[in-house]
């Protein structure tokens, strides 16, 4: 698995299965912040209170993703089940990232809820991603301008936690764990 190839990565879900494949904890540091916006009006009506905590790692993203590379290739392809009551379960996936649209004008401004999914045969799988995993700057993409994200079909392999499905779409809930150009 290539670095270079990777356009999402879970640091947290990484950093276990580094701790779990070596029996050695990354070092972490952890910073937390807190605040409050300054607005005008009544304060406990308009607080906007913020905390925000950021983790480091002693170990890189790379060093760690080389030492649990062949561990994570050992998760199983996904068998799409759309019955209710689907245990979670961590997968590969293979399809293509793209923007998905709920709403009454796709690929308008009047879409409901974007979000980012991946397509795979005649499943969908809508992804439950942070912001801060993607790499090369890729979150924007869910909000440039919609003429812009029509032809938005990169070919990928996710790792993914499959959450649960929603069958009268063939669609799958997951939380993104990585994500790399497919053959990567």
């Known amino acids: 698995m290539e670095y270079d190839k990777l356009l999402y990565l879970d640091v947290e879900f990484l ?3 580094y701790e779990e494949q070596t029996g050695v904890a990354p070092n972490t540091v952890v910073s937390k912040n ?3 916006k300054a607005q005008a009006g009544i304060p ?3 607080s906007g209170l913020h905390s925000q ?15 649990v590379a062949k561990s994570i290739e050992n998760y199983p ?3 799409p089940n759309l019955e209710p009551g689907l245990r979670p ?7 293509s990232l793209s923007i998905g649209q709920w ?33 090369a700057n890729l979150e924007t993409l869910e909000i440039i301008s919609p003429a812009l994200q ?31 150009t497919k053959n990567g």
């Open 103 to 135: 709403g009454e004008e796709p690929n308008s401004k009047e879409a409901v809820n974007v979000f980012f999914e991946v397509e795979s045969g005649e499943f969908s799988y809508s992804l439950l991603p942070r912001d801060e995993y993607f790499l």
């Open 34 to 36: 807190e605040g409050m």
């Open 15 to 17: 950093s276990e299965k």
């Open 89 to 95: 379960c961590n997968v590969w996936v293979e399809g």
């Open 77 to 79: 392809s996904f068998k």
């Open 53 to 67: 905590v950021t983790k480091q790692y002693s170990s890189s993203n790379k060093t760690m993703l080389k030492a």
């Open 150 to 180: 029509r032809f938005i079909q990169i070919p990928v392999r996710m790792l993914c936690k499959v959450l649960y499905p929603l069958p009268d779409i063939k669609t799958f809930v997951v939380t993104p764990y990585l994500i790399c």
């Open 44 to 46: 406990f009506l308009k």
